[in-house]
């Protein structure tokens, strides 16, 4: 095991690597920009750098910076989070080059399955099926005539990058040029990189995604699934585990199981990854994307499972293997996540300084945060205050108990979406089960 680990990142996620390192016994290097410098994972860790300015640009994305903390405080090991440097190819090179294990896939790896174009065609030659679309667009011209082949609607999507960038739908043929170009051009400023692909509309449909981890030694499990439906703008909001989409019955569970573990096992695949799926009612799934990191949402399969996903992580980094014989984790149980967002009722970004802070806890409550009262929230970053997590026998129980925990949250000096949240929460469609990614559409009305 590493004696001693960096963690590239801030927030809830620093904290949640900094404590599951703490009980292995792992030593923490923390970095932290001037707008964090009272930040609690930096409070936490057993020591803390200052690398850069409040912008991302200037601190946590700042390799050089990171790397030159790794080497002078005698880490071994990067754990990225999620966001800033966590799927980036380079960075992953550049650890590898310094003799720093970066936890996660292989910079290799990490290319052929975070190029979602090139993912596609992996999957395809895995047998996993894969939307209807087309492979990358040369020009304006090529998405009109590939919108008209595949049939509107379609999307135009971005090979890089995620977090609902790079994304456009086109209803009309017509509107199939203008939709690549601002698609491309989003992406290029986003992520560096503007090329686009296109793929069928798929609605109504799930967004379902399989929990995987593969060691060393060419094992890979899965660890059940997540639906990750609640949307808005292409942003979850609300997770759970697992689907109550009735058309995702257990042989349907076991078929999109088997394709997550042969997709990463045919690529050769070490680390935690989600691979994500669009189920339509009557149970066909269809290969979206790989995300090749840890989830926000992997509090959910924690509570189902049992596992701690970031301990797991550090281990197969490690070089330990994952028990034999295991290919699938049983799962049991319910679990929700809601994520608490410092935003408005209007959905503009709220910041400021905490003035009062309750958290709800009780049996399987858990609230994954690095708020505190006094804390700022600062406006320079995503604007996640922290992971409101539930687990009960059942769907109906665990739908009870998130009400009540988010009846109890009280964070003041911000505004929070915790409101919205118990809206979904009371909505008819939601509490069916059977509830597809244009539920926000339909809450709003």
């Known amino acids: 095991m590493f004696q001693k680990v960096l963690i590239a990142n801030r927030g809830e996620v620093a904290v949640r690597v900094i404590r599951a390192c703490k009980e292995m016994g792992v030593k923490t290097v923390a970095v932290y920009s001037t707008a964090d410098a009272e930040s609690l994972h930096a409070t936490l860790a057993d020591e803390a750098y200052c690398i850069g300015g409040p912008r991302a640009s200037e601190s946590y994305l700042n390799m050089d910076a990171i790397l030159t903390v790794a080497l002078a405080s005698g880490a071994s090991a990067i ?36 190029d979602k174009d090139e993912a596609r065609r992996t999957a395809r030659a895995a047998g996993v099926p894969i939307v209807p679309g087309c492979d990358l667009l040369k020009s304006p011209d090529q998405a009109t005539e590939e919108a008209e082949r595949i049939g509107c609607p379609v999307l ?46 798929v609605s109504p449909a799930h967004h379902v995604e399989v929990q995987v981890i593969g060691d060393s030694f060419g094992h890979v499990m899965s660890l059940g699934e997540r639906e990750c439906s609640v949307q808005r ?60 990191r840890l989830q926000v949402e992997h509090p959910v399969t924690e509570f189902v499972t049992g596992k701690d996903l970031v301990k797991w992580q550090l281990r197969v980094a490690a070089g330990m293997p994952l028990p034999e014989g295991v290919e699938s984790v049983p799962v049991r149980g319910h679990a929700i996540e809601c994520r608490i967002n410092a935003e408005t009722a209007d959905f503009l970004p ?41 687990y009960s026998p059942t769907r109906e129980e665990a739908i009870r108990k998130m009400r009540s925990a988010l009846g109890e949250l009280v964070v003041d000096g911000v505004e ?7 809206d979904i929460l009371s909505n008819e469609e939601f509490l069916s089960g059977n509830y597809h990614t244009n539920l926000m559409e339909h809450l709003y009305e």
């Open 233 to 292: 703008k292409n942003q979850k909001l609300l997770e759970e585990s697992p689907s109550p989409c009735p058309a995702v019955t257990d042989e349907v569970r076991e078929h999109m199981y088997k394709c997550a573990r042969d997709l990463a096992r045919s690529v050769g695949y070490e680390g935690l990854g989600t691979i994500e799926f669009l189920v339509d009612d009557e149970g066909h799934f269809w290969f979206m994307e790989m995300n090749t």
């Open 350 to 390: 709220s910041c400021g300084r905490i003035t009062m802070l309750h958290v709800p806890n009780g049996p399987w409550v858990r609230f994954d945060s690095a708020l505190y009262v006094g804390g700022v929230v600062p406006p320079y970053y995503d604007s996640l205050l922290g992971k409101l997590i539930v």
């Open 79 to 114: 754990h990225p989070g999620y966001g800033f440097l966590s799927e980036n190819i380079e960075f992953a090179r550049k650890c590898r080059e310094h003799g720093l294990v970066f936890i996660g896939p292989s910079p290799e790896v990490m290319q052929r399955m975070g």
């Open 416 to 422: 929070c979406n915790a409101d919205l949240q118990l």
């Open 156 to 201: 135009v999507k971005a090979r890089a990058g995620g977090g609902g960038r790079g994304i456009r739908k086109v209803e009309r043929v017509e509107d199939a040029a203008q939709a690549f170009e601002t698609a491309s051009a989003e992406a290029s400023a986003a992520f560096g990189d503007g090329k686009c692909y296109m793929e069928k509309f």
